[in-house]
């Protein structure tokens, strides 16, 4: 299995629900990434795990919250968003820093904010 | 510190034409250097790689060339196809780091 899965593919929220996005890998992968993307700009890095533990959080507002069960899942629980955070959310992993192979990544959810 | 500079896109190619992306990057040491693609409404996937100085990258008839001297890694096909229409990103890893470093992406249509 060579692949990162990402459940939903599709999101519609409204500003005061509660959701999740769920992110798998069964490749062995200890470092797992969560990316936010806008239209026709490059990923922008929000949380790093590494061995199930956040090592890196790039000043994320709290409303969205990472959360790492075990080594191959990945979750991002998402509070009281606004318009602004309507883009696609990219899950990724890698084996050790990715130096040599590279981030494997998800297709994305496509999360509008209404 | 780290960064990679990339051809301002878009890019509109008839089919068959020759692809070049410029890419060029600043780093200490020795980063990998790496070019995703991204289809419409998908996300990233690795199209190819270089881990060290003078390595060249090549998958689906891309190539790419580690260029220390220059510090670049451009993309290059010499036959792109309708398919190949995408958002396609240079990337840089670090061995001291934890995160990739993308340039701004390209946009390629290629038209029949």
């Known amino acids: 299995d060579t692949e990162v899965t990402q459940t939903p593919k599709h999101l519609v929220m409204g500003m005061t629900n509660k959701k999740s996005l769920k992110c798998e890998q069964h490749?062995?992968?200890?470092?797992m990434y969560w990316y936010k993307q806008k239209a026709k700009k490059p990923p922008e890095l929000m949380f790093v795990y590494s061995y199930e533990k956040l090592s890196i959080n790039e000043s994320v507002p709290s409303r969205f919250s990472p959360e790492c069960p075990n080594s191959s899942l990945l979750n991002l629980h998402l509070h009281a968003l606004q318009p602004e955070d309507s883009a696609l959310y990219l899950c990724?992993?890698?084996?050790?820093?990715?130096?040599?192979?590279?981030?494997?990544f998800g297709s994305g959810t496509r999360l509008t904010v209404v | 510190g780290n960064s990679v500079t990339q051809m301002e896109g878009p890019v509109t190619l008839s089919e068959e034409a020759f692809l070049t992306i410029n890419c060029t990057y600043t780093?200490?040491?020795?980063?990998?250097l790496f070019w995703y693609v991204q289809y419409p409404g998908e996300g990233l996937q690795l199209l190819l790689k270089a881990t060290k100085a003078d390595d060249k990258g090549s998958n689906k008839g891309f190539e790419a060339t580690y260029r220390k001297e220059t510090t670049s890694f451009h993309l290059e096909k010499g036959s792109v196809q309708v398919s190949d229409s995408a958002v396609y990103f240079c990337?840089?890893?670090?061995?001291?780091?934890?995160?990739?470093?993308f340039g701004t992406g390209t946009s390629l249509t290629v038209i029949p």
């Open positions: 490749m062995g992968h200890r470092a």
């Open positions: 990724a992993s890698s084996q050790g820093k990715g130096y040599f192979d590279g981030y494997t």
């Open positions: 990337a840089l890893s670090h061995n001291t780091g934890n995160q990739f470093y």
């Open positions: 780093a200490t040491g020795y980063p990998s």
